[in-house]
């Protein structure tokens, strides 16, 4: 049971009749199958977006010409991913290593088809989590404000860029980007941030919501965008608290919020399921 | 936004090359555009379904006929839905009535898209839920063995073809069916279980689980076959439950998941989202 | 082991040795057993809060006498509550019905101890669902702004008078109240807000919701205070969605979500499992 | 307010009138502070179970001398935990890695205040992992069958034994192990089973789980037992699936609920909150 890997394509364009047909004829007149299709029109936007597996034999070659006929004729954005590159991942975090730590493991484990080409970090606490797992160490340090700030900002854009990075997760990296950096990595940079946005958007998640006295807890991991915490969503969880826990509580148990509902987005995004069009994400799950 | 509401295509067939485009070449050369798709390619029984949402305009007489070609082509089992035709479903409970009530509820507050033609009973207590909704009430009493037995199965299976359902809700109907009424229900049969199957199937699974001191409780609602509790699953839901929940408590709590859960189920089936094979569901959501 | 139901003891007062011991003797001295018990020391604003199920014979006048002496003594906040008094429950809708008609629903099923003394309406559509019940229909019409809306807003609070209602619960009755009404029923009337609070406070949340592109949507059942959707939570539940759903598909299975969490804060409340401190809830569960 | 941690009393006895203002008055007369408190009575089985956080300063001698007599009188089993003696945690796992893995990382990262004393495996592939950690690492081959299967269990018992373990965590350790290392070990050995229990106990439950076709997969932690998989739930957790997830896509989604369900598990049993009669557990969370 267990087959080749399929290549996938993914496609956004302006919803029209014809489309799908389009798309699945190219396939079969290129000697391809489908073996799994999920697609999407949302209706307000006017926007059609697909992910299709395709098992070959196929004629790639021949099928990106057509694609490319496609693009011209339906206005079609696509991209095609064949198994087999494993995708450059670049993982930041500063204190807090749960995250980061997690997403080593899943690595190390097979669960995550990836390689982490460096761990960056304004920590050095986090070093020998990445001598652990064989990961090169990139500190950057720097100050909070103003020329120190900067210079920690370059040493942060430099480290990503150095790295070649084909995605960069921030795992609790507790630092403001400024636009640049946010800019160049857009589509490619995903945070996660410990409340469920849009609530407690910023600092201290955890002890506004102690204060408010929620009854639920989340994570929400996004891609990241110039405004703070406010880029599409990928995925989010939540996880019930009472009165009894006081933000120690909150604390624990959102770290197991956040770790899966980081992975989760991270391999959806590996997988080359999460499509975004409005500031909003299509997840084919 | 709204528009009218779409058509409804489901359809399934041994997996095949050519068959996405087969289909999606029909309705687009037919006049017709894909509003919405969902797809599923089984891979361990080799077996292709899908569900498509259609906007006409289109010709309906000559999709048919392109269907039925497509049948023979492909091996293909298909089904075609239009709007405005408000399925009758028949509504069983025993002597609680919460599920019942539940459904009753949703058709008239418009949530569900279906006529209760009937509220067929063995228990008198639940005469008052139809009056107040003004929905025919049918009582079948009878016996629990022998002669009796056979005349209360007689009669719950002539009420249900007097009242021409399309579909049939088991709403905590406390009888176990015999193989002539499952048979000729099937598909067409949705009967809520107060478990997590198959964890608990037949009598009294909130007592069981509380023996066992599970965390959680649950509620499956299924398509009923010959075998009790072990037919096609259409959905399912648990709850959490501590060791201070007595049994009257998990029947509490078993209350909301049941209600939920069994709604959920048939508002999939009304909306033509379940497609079986295999004694398993394909739930295009 | 169906006994008679136990009476309830609540309490808070300032954390400080001895309080525990204190109550305890008070109970086994006056001829009690202590059938559950549950507490909670909240060590930010030190303040200790119980729920007692005591079960009797227990001479209830020496119990009294001795909680006003506990009182004095500890500075303790008391409140007993006997089985057989059923509470008085006013419900409040505007033209969404499925939250009214669920308590309704539940009140009949005797899943919610209490009598609903009447059903209070901005809007006419109501009345049948009270008919339905048999309970009062109050229509309290007027318009949005100016006199109309202070006559209204009168009527509003006159008809609750006039209930003598122990509980007013908000069922998605959709006016701002003004500040007298809510601080006359402080701690005595409960609100449903569709969304996973503090997000979304206000208007048309789901749309909002939908816009940002969340994948979770919520509900807040919370006690009304003078400033909009800011009382203590009493109880929060979310739903997964994603990017199929609509906003009409947020609003289903918005429905269930406010109900089920709207239904489980009034039984909380009718079984004094909630005490509230700092604008905070502990829910004794 | 962060203060030294607590101790914590457990205790279990027939259920009578007075006990908990005995052990009140004891804590209170002793110089003690209840910090926390939580209680369960049984009905079904008149028994009671209680969980005590105590604040010093107090006599601890004359608090274990007075726990004494109040066993007598009560015939009261308790157990008094001081804090500061970190848990001697023995793991034991198979070829599947992911549940050890995060049970080493928790530790490492300080969310389980334990001490891993020694990993155990019959697979050799778990060797780096214990090194990874600076763990000492335990081989214990042997055949399934036979002689050489009774010589693999005793080395197991064996290592056990000579790691002095306060806790054995079975974190996928996928034998079956004999009756006297299960008693041995009674209410000291953890396990995860990768099902929702009491479905799909023994081998391949995701494999069962995806021919029966449910809609949610999950995992267990218990205590072991002489029977298989049988014995007293800590922690059970869920995840949705689908028709989508292949035998694969359950097993990973499992990872993930196997992974935190244990974890949980370990934790509650570390902070002595759980407590077992009936098998069934008291989970004071």
Redesign the interface.
């Known amino acids: 049971?267990t087959?080749a890997a399929p290549s996938v394509l993914t496609l956004q364009c302006p919803d029209q009749?014809?489309i799908?047909?389009a798309v699945?004829?190219l396939?079969?007149g290129t000697g391809?199958?489908?073996?799994?299709?999920?697609?999407?029109?949302?209706?307000?936007s006017s926007v059609f977006l697909q992910r299709i597996e395709i098992d070959g034999p196929i004629g790639w070659q021949a099928f990106r010409r057509g694609l490319t006929g496609l693009a011209e004729r339906f206005g079609l954005q696509w991209a095609l991913h064949h198994p087999g590159t494993r995708a450059r991942v670049a993982v930041a975090c500063s204190g807090e290593?749960?995250c980061a730590?997690?997403l080593l493991?899943r690595v190390?484990?097979g669960?995550l088809d990836a390689e982490v080409v460096g761990l960056v970090s304004d920590k050095e606490v986090a070093a020998p989590l990445a001598a652990?797992?064989g990961v090169p160490f990139v500190l950057v340090t720097g100050g909070l404000a103003g020329g120190e700030r900067a210079a920690q900002e370059a040493a942060f854009a430099g480290a990503l860029d150095e790295l070649s990075a084909d995605l960069v997760v921030l795992a609790r990296y507790m630092r403001i980007l400024p636009e640049p950096i946010t800019t160049a990595w857009t589509g490619r940079m995903i945070n996660i941030h410990h409340s469920?946005?849009?609530?407690?958007p910023g600092a201290r998640p955890y002890h506004r919501a102690h204060q408010?006295?929620?009854?639920?807890i989340?994570a929400t991991a996004h891609y990241v965008t110039a405004e703070l915490d406010a880029g599409?969503?990928?995925?989010?969880?939540?996880v019930a608290v009472?009165?009894?826990d006081?933000i120690d509580d909150l604390v624990?148990k959102g770290?197991?919020v956040e770790r899966?509902t980081l992975?989760d987005a991270v391999r959806l995004h590996l997988e080359h399921r999460v499509l975004v069009w409005?500031?909003?994400?299509?997840?084919f799950?």
């Open positions: 049971m087959t009749p014809g799908v047909a699945a004829n396939i079969a391809g199958n489908i073996a799994n299709a999920d697609q999407h029109t949302d209706r307000e290593l749960h730590a997690d493991n190390e484990l669960e652990r797992h469920f946005l849009p609530a407690f408010r006295g929620v009854k639920l989340g599409p969503i990928i995925a989010q969880r939540v009472t009165h009894r006081e624990r770290r197991d899966t992975a409005d500031n909003r994400t299509c997840v799950a």
